[in-house]
């Protein structure tokens, strides 16, 4: 199982950043899958989940109406699209995935929400 996100960057408040992570090593479309993000000293939270149909999605409170979780099964890639950007949605940003009750992450990509 591989998964490898990329789209993070430097953007000012209010700002958009649409991140995607590429799965690789097992059925994608089968699974369900989520987005993560860590900030300094803090914990990882889940940001966004999205099931296997894409057909349904849930949101932390915190980025509710801001972010947007998809995926195409197609390409075997989840996207988070954030708009409305805030200096405390700078975090590293990690897919994550559960495939035979094992754990997995992508390396991560920094966004950093700042003027």
């Known amino acids: 199982v591989q998964l490898v996100e990329s789209g993070g960057g430097l953007v000012q408040p209010g700002g958009s950043l649409r991140l995607s992570c590429a799965a690789s090593g097992f059925p994608f479309s089968a699974y369900p899958m989520s987005w993560y993000r860590q900030a300094p000293g803090k914990e990882r939270e889940l940001v966004a989940f999205?099931?296997?149909?894409?057909?349904?999605?849930n949101y932390a409170d915190s980025v509710k109406g801001r972010f947007t979780i998809s995926r195409d099964n197609a390409k075997n890639t989840v996207y988070l699209q954030m708009d409305s950007l805030k200096p405390e949605d700078t975090a590293v940003y990690y897919c994550?995935?559960?495939?035979?009750?094992?754990?997995?992450w992508g390396q991560g990509t920094q966004v950093t929400v700042s003027s």
């Open positions: 994550f995935v559960i495939h035979i009750i094992r754990h997995y």
């Open positions: 999205i099931t296997s149909s894409g057909g349904t999605t």
